[in-house]
């Protein structure tokens, strides 16, 4: 996946956030194979276990057996058709995900050669956070930054000043505000 860049200044940005919100004595679930930032969350003493590589659209099952405190998604969302359903499925109370922002200037990121690696969705940042309230989640917390690249041209230039992904911090609201569960 990251043959030819690896996204340095993201999982920094990520890992500050994710420390900003969740001790290393928590466990954590994180939605999606082991993958370069769920090695990083362990060598910081996270205590992580990833999902199988099942498709989260259709299989909930990891999400419904795990006994973690704190569910991690970092550019996963995007890649569901219905993010919708396995947010709700989430048992725990704690949630920090991360999805791409859709930028007006460039379509949707769609891989040639590996199906699994396409963006079914790219949120506004509202959009985001109006399907984690649907799914009953608060977000209390949230950050955007930018990915410039190191290229010339207008796509290039726009990219060092509009930000590409969006982070947020969010809990299971109770059942008085209007949980589904």
Not at 145 to 162: A, D, E, H, Q
Request: aromatic letters at 14%; a positive charge.
């Amino acid at each position: 996946m990251y043959e030819k860049t690896f996204p340095n200044k993201r999982f920094k940005k990520t890992l500050s956030f994710l420390q900003k919100h969740v001790s290393p004595d928590q466990s954590i679930l994180d939605l999606g194979v082991e993958n370069p930032f769920s090695r990083i969350m362990k060598e910081n003493g996270y205590k992580v276990s990833n999902t199988k590589g099942e498709d989260l659209d259709l299989d909930f099952t990891s999400v419904q057996k795990s006994s973690a405190e704190v569910v991690t998604a970092f550019e996963i969302f995007e890649h569901l058709i219905a993010p919708f359903n396995i947010l709700t499925e989430i048992k725990c109370n704690k949630l920090v995900a991360s999805i791409p922002l859709r930028l007006w200037f460039s379509p949707a990121y769609r891989s040639k050669t590996d199906p699994w690696d396409r963006h079914y969705h790219e949120f506004e940042p509202w959009q985001f956070d109006w399907l984690l309230e649907k799914a009953g989640w608060e977000v209390k917390d949230s950050a955007k930054w930018t990915n410039p690249v190191n290229k010339i041209g207008l796509r290039p230039l726009l990219r060092s000043f509009t930000p590409r992904y969006y982070i947020v911090y969010a809990e299971r609201k109770t059942h008085s505000e209007g949980n589904p569960q």
